[in-house]
């Protein structure tokens, strides 16, 4: 079962709000023992909202579960021993400070190899870890602009449109865990760790692989279409009387087919869309011609007569029509924490396998130094060494009753 299929991997987690975080989960989700690191005062992934969940945003629990929370303060001499302690027993580094923070903390990758030579250390950052804009700090839609990304959302003669779900902070998480991936495989045959180099820019020009592709192409620059793919029509969604629906007709059958549901027969003899590329170049003429028809009846019945036709569609949902999608509830996507004192927090599950995957809770992403404690006793730290480091501030340990409670 993959939910222990990293089981005995150790990793440290020295990552905050939605790329290194995406990319812990994964590898927690998987079984791995993740060493959550943060600030006694907690990441800035914890303010982020509205969408709250006690007294820290949905976004952090969304992306910290299974993990245990550890509260170093890094400007502390003694903190940084405490980090280095945890690291020594750690099979995995994963971090998302700006390039250059790290070695300046002594805990940078060419200061750690020469004592750690089997660590994978992943660093995550915006524009990588050299060129000119290695010492740049960037967000998701930062990248999505710097990208080219949101030059390619909304519609034609609108102001840049972001897509609202961060898919690059997300991409970069997934990137970043698959390349951890497969330098475990490499250091299982060779016994080598090494150091990985994720950022965001790189994930978010590989999100766009067919855009860009086409650009280099043609060198022509894509116009913001809304909802229609720039390679293929009818690829778009329609308005219907009460919503809209998503078509995807392109291929000749289909579009045939459904010109002749819409009862447009004559649009199959129209020079101007006798192929899908003659169709992108006259889109306009297509879509009003469809809409028309389109427009006449309810989503519901044309969703109903277009797979009868055995044409591609869905509605253009709501969060609150995937809620209720058959399909999500037979794949078992949606998943849930049990919190000790928040109750159940629900999420999206794992992606691979994931009816069996989701079928049991997860654990709650942790409180802020939820399992300092715990986790230093298990690292050799004496209790009396422990409450020392509490009490000079190098470290934060949650009240053990909340501790306690969580395990």
């Known amino acids: 079962m993959l939910r222990k299929a990293l089981d005995g991997l150790t990793v440290v987690d020295f990552t905050q709000i939605g790329a290194g975080p995406t990319c812990t989960m994964l590898l927690a989700d998987m079984g791995a023992r993740v060493l959550k690191v943060e600030a006694p005062t907690g990441e800035l992934g914890r303010q982020l909202g509205p969408g709250w969940i006690g007294d820290d945003s949905a976004l952090f629990h969304g992306f910290n579960r299974n993990k245990l929370g550890i509260a170093i303060d890094l400007k502390s001499p003694s903190g940084i021993d405490v980090a280095r302690q945890l690291i020594a027993g750690a099979d995995v580094l994963v971090e998302s400070m700006r390039p250059g923070v790290m070695r300046r903390l002594g805990l940078g990758f060419e200061q750690l190899a020469p004592a750690h030579p089997s660590l994978v250390y992943c660093s995550i950052s915006a524009y990588g870890q050299q060129g000119p804009y290695a010492d740049r700090a960037g967000v998701d839609g930062i990248l999505q602009a710097d990208s080219g990304l949101m030059s390619l959302i909304g519609v034609e003669g609108s102001e840049p449109c972001k897509v609202q779900a961060p898919v690059v902070d997300v991409m970069t998480g997934y990137v970043a865990s698959v390349g951890i991936l497969a330098k475990l495989a490499q250091r299982a045959r060779d016994g080598q760790g090494g150091h990985l180099d994720v950022n965001l820019l790189n994930s978010a020009l590989a999100l766009q692989q067919s855009s860009l592709t086409s650009y280099f ?9 809304g909802s229609a793919a720039p390679y293929s029509a009818p690829n778009q969604a329609f308005r219907t009387s009460d919503g809209w629906v998503m078509v995807a007709a392109y291929m000749p059958d289909r579009w045939e087919r459904l010109c002749a549901l819409l009862g447009l027969r004559e649009a199959t003899t129209d020079p101007r869309f006798a192929t899908s590329p003659l169709r992108v170049a006259h889109r306009h003429a297509m879509v009003e011609a469809l809409t028309a028809v389109f427009i006449t009846r309810s989503t519901e019945f044309w969703l109903a007569e277009l797979q009868s036709a055995d044409i591609l569609c869905a509605r253009v949902a709501t969060y609150r029509d995937v809620l ?12 849930h924490a049990e919190h000790p004192e928040l109750g159940r927090i629900a999420m999206p599950g794992f992606p ?13 992403a942790p409180s802020c130094g939820r399992d300092t404690h715990s986790v230093l006793r298990e690292a050799g730290f004496p209790d009396a060494r422990i409450a020392e480091l509490q009490h000079s501030g190098a470290i934060h340990c949650a009240r053990r009753a909340e501790a306690t409670a969580s395990e």
């Open 217 to 225: 192409a043609d060198e022509q620059l894509p116009v913001r279409a």
């Open 324 to 335: 209720h999608h058959p399909q999500v509830a037979a794949n078992g996507m949606l998943s």
């Open 352 to 364: 691979i396998n994931s009816e069996s995957m989701n079928a049991e809770p997860f654990r709650p």
